[in-house]
Nanobody
């Protein structure tokens, strides 16, 4: 069974920074893409950032230049460094992984979400 566990959310003032982490555990053979999505109250879940197995990245226009996604393959962990945070970044942030399990079954997995609140 695969689990994704996020950490690092919290309350921060506008202009501040947070670093989210997502650790994957379980019977995993290979990761394809890993990413972060977010969902604000009353809005649809949206992609924030994605990183491929080769390290290529893409970002939502709203976070380009402020957020950085990275991964540590040895630790099965993906990170999201968030700088210059704005109130509109307030949302629940979800980690996502497209991976192959130990039986080479491919699937999409999600973490439980971590709240990020940007407010003075």
């Amino acid at each position: 069974q695969v689990q994704l566990v996020e950490s690092g959310g919290g309350l921060v003032q506008p202009g501040g920074s947070l670093r989210l982490s997502c650790a994957a555990s379980g019977s995993i053979s290979w990761f394809n893409n890993m990413g972060w999505h977010r969902q604000a109250p009353g809005k649809q879940r949206e992609l924030v950032a994605r990183i491929t197995s080769s390290g290529s990245t893409n970002y939502a226009d709203s976070v380009k230049g402020r957020f950085t996604i990275s991964r540590d393959n040895a630790k099965n962990t993906v990170y999201l460094q968030m700088n210059s945070l704005k109130p509109e970044d307030t949302a629940v942030y979800y980690c996502n992984a497209d991976l192959y399990t130990s039986t080479w079954s491919r699937g999409q997995y999600w973490g439980q979400g971590t709240q990020v609140t940007v407010s003075s």
